[in-house]
T-cell receptor
Framework: NAGVTQTPKFQVLKTGQSMTLQCAQD?????MYWYRQDPGMGLRLIYY???????DKGEVPNGYNVSRLNKREFSLRLESAAPSQTSVYFC???????????FGDGTRLSIL | GENVEQHPSTLSVQEGDSAVIKCTYS??????FPWYKQELGKRPQLIID?????GEKKDQRIAVTLNKTAKHFSLHITETQPEDSAVYFC????????????FGKGTKLTVNP
């Protein structure tokens, strides 16, 4: 049972490049989330999907787009990467709102 | 919206001592409060959670208390061990259909042998 799988694990981009971070879960969870983690800032929500077919903005959505491709997959896209988007990105999922969120291993993204 | 404050930001204890981390939240409608442990370079992992219909929950050396009136909750770790060294995050989830967790900024706990 893999849980939450994120790809890639590491990525270096140049300013202005685009890329998509992939996330898939095999726990039949309804809700999925994208967070970014910066030193001293905790985990900040970028976007989330409460259920298949819906997406909503979180605390820091600017510069990002998301797609809930199906119940299993939730991708995060950076259309034009900026150095301020250098961070560790975590995907998470949960079955119901009062159940624990399960996190992936993260994607370490550096933008030069 | 919900706001969660966590204190202290760093905590250093001797092995065998107890550690306490405190969080306050702003939305009285919040009803679910998880705690996550994150070791260096790893994913956050749930260690304990509490719902608003109980005041305390224990799991071996870890306990969480909730004071709904004062809107704060705390993590207590007894008989600390070096492997407890990590960053701990509290979080709160608002009732009313919101699917979001709001996290505190984290506490770096160091347990000295």
């Amino acid at each position: 049972n893999a849980g939450v799988t994120q790809t890639p694990k590491f990525q270096v981009l140049k300013t202005g490049q685009s890329m998509t971070l992939q996330c898939a879960q095999d726990m039949n969870h309804n809700s999925m989330y994208w967070y970014r983690q910066d030193p001293g800032m905790g985990l900040r929500l970028i976007y989330y999907s409460a259920s298949e077919g819906t997406t909503d903005k979180g605390e820091v959505p600017n510069g990002y787009n998301v797609s809930r491709l199906n119940k299993r997959e939730f991708s995060l896209r950076l259309e034009s990467a900026a150095p301020s988007q250098t961070s560790v990105y975590f995907c998470a999922s949960t079955m119901e709102y009062d159940q624990p969120q399960h996190f992936g291993d993260g994607t370490r993204l550096s933008i030069l | 919206g919900e706001n969660v404050e966590q204190h202290p930001s760093t905590l250093s204890v001797q092995e065998g001592d107890s550690a306490v981390i405190k969080c306050t939240y702003s939305d009285s409608a919040s009803n679910y409060f998880p705690w996550y442990k994150q070791e260096l370079g790893k994913r956050p992992q749930l260690i304990i959670d509490i719902r608003s219909n109980v005041g305390e929950k224990k799991d071996q050396r870890i306990a969480v208390t909730l004071n709904k009136t004062a809107k704060h909750f705390s993590l207590h770790i007894t008989e600390t061990q070096p492997e407890d060294s990590a960053v701990y995050f509290c979080a709160a989830r608002t009732q009313g259909g919101s699917e979001k967790l709001v996290f505190g900024k984290g506490t770096k706990l160091t347990v000295n042998p």
